[in-house]
Antibody
């Protein structure tokens, strides 16, 4: 069974960089698929942030592209998100998920982690 | 890219059928039969219910079905049950992007 688990600070100061990691178990990232990040502000809908292929190719939401970096560490079977210059608008539950790629769907999800941007 | 358009809410009585629409553009929904649907209960992660427009993952009830016409995709839930009450989101493949809908709250009366 594929399992994903997000980890990282729950509180980030404005203008700083948000950093999260997603540990994958039950499947080797090196075997394929894309791996994505999705966020959900409190009480609002889902927003795709970006996805990365196991080879390192990345695809980002155009509205966030200038601030987002997604990377993969196949040796640790994990992938990471960095979002720079955060503001209160970046406060959200951040989910990592397996992105099937050509289908554009997310079949396995982490439980999500709340990141609050506040001084 | 703009979010796909979904009704804010729909409701139905147990046993009835409901349909949730998801309207996009010729750049996303209209260009690919690659819309997925997610169910999200409060405080939980989304769950994939339909992928590639009309396919159901293993374990998902056949009461859930998906379809598409033009730039609009639809999710139909038949034989409504109390546990179907949740938020539902559509998501479309859009080349190198993915775009979600704003979400629809389903209330089972």
């Amino acid at each position: 069974q594929v399992q994903l688990q997000e980890s990282g600070p729950g509180l980030v100061k404005p203008s700083e960089t948000l950093s999260l990691t997603c540990a994958v178990s039950g499947y080797s990232i090196s075997s394929g698929y894309y791996w994505g990040w999705i966020r959900q502000p409190p009480g609002k809908g889902l927003e795709w942030i970006g996805s990365i292929y196991h080879s390192g190719s990345t695809y980002y939401n155009p509205s966030l592209k200038s601030r987002v970096t997604i990377s993969v560490d196949t040796s640790k079977n994990q992938f990471s998100l960095k979002l720079s210059s955060v503001t209160a608008a970046d406060t959200a539950v951040y989910y990592c998920a397996r992105d099937t790629g050509i289908g554009g769907d997310f079949d396995y999800w982490g439980q999500g982690t709340l990141v609050t941007v506040s001084s | 890219q703009s979010a796909l358009t979904q009704p804010a809410s729909v409701s139905g009585s147990p046993g009835q059928s409901i349909t949730i629409s998801c309207t996009g553009t010729s750049s996303d929904v209209g260009s690919y039969n690659l819309v997925s649907w997610y169910q999200q209960h409060p405080g939980k992660a989304p769950k994939l219910m339909i992928y590639e427009g009309s396919k159901r993952p293993s374990g998902v009830s056949n009461r859930f079905s998906g379809s598409k016409s033009g730039n609009t995709a639809s999710l139909t839930i038949s034989g409504l049950q109390a546990e179907d009450e949740a938020d539902y989101y559509c998501c479309s493949y859009a080349g190198s992007s993915r775009v979600f809908g704003g979400g629809t709250k389903l209330t089972v009366l």
